[in-house]
């Protein structure tokens, strides 16, 4: 059974940092891009960040561009999320996917399996 783990979550002020990990199980996904998206109450999910089979090539949100830092270990099967100076409007349910693709990118649609997600909560 293949699953997608996110944690790393919580409750954090203004301008803390935190670190998410998204661990993989029941196949290898070395050889896809693995990415990071968002849901905030009433919204709709939105695409945070991918990072490619290689984690050469990293693509970002305009909204998280500049804070947060995507990254993998295909030794570990895990993919990461830094994610620094955080705001209150970060706050939103985080997933992790795995891609279809070697390549990243930001359509939901690109991405066949999907974590349970891990909640963020922002204070201002």
């Known amino acids: 059974q293949v699953q997608l783990v996110e944690s790393g979550g919580g409750v954090v002020q203004a301008g803390d940092s935190l670190r998410l990990s998204c661990a993989a199980s029941?196949?290898?996904?070395?050889?896809?891009?693995l990415g990071w998206f968002r849901q905030a109450p009433g919204k709709e999910r939105e695409f945070v960040a991918t990072?490619?089979?290689?984690?050469?090539?990293?693509y970002y949100a305009d909204s998280v561009n500049g804070r947060f830092t995507i990254s993998r270990d295909n030794t570990k099967s895990t993919v990461f999320l830094q994610m620094n100076n955080l705001k209150p409007e970060d706050t939103a349910v985080y997933y992790c996917?795995?891609?279809?693709?070697?390549?990243?990118?930001?359509?939901?649609?690109?991405?066949?399996?999907w974590g349970q997600g891990t909640q963020v909560t922002v204070s201002s």
């Open positions: 996917a795995a891609s279809i693709a070697m390549l990243g990118s930001g359509r939901s649609n690109d991405y066949n399996y």
């Open positions: 990072i490619s089979w290689s984690g050469v090539s990293k």
């Open positions: 029941g196949r290898t996904f070395s050889n896809n891009a």
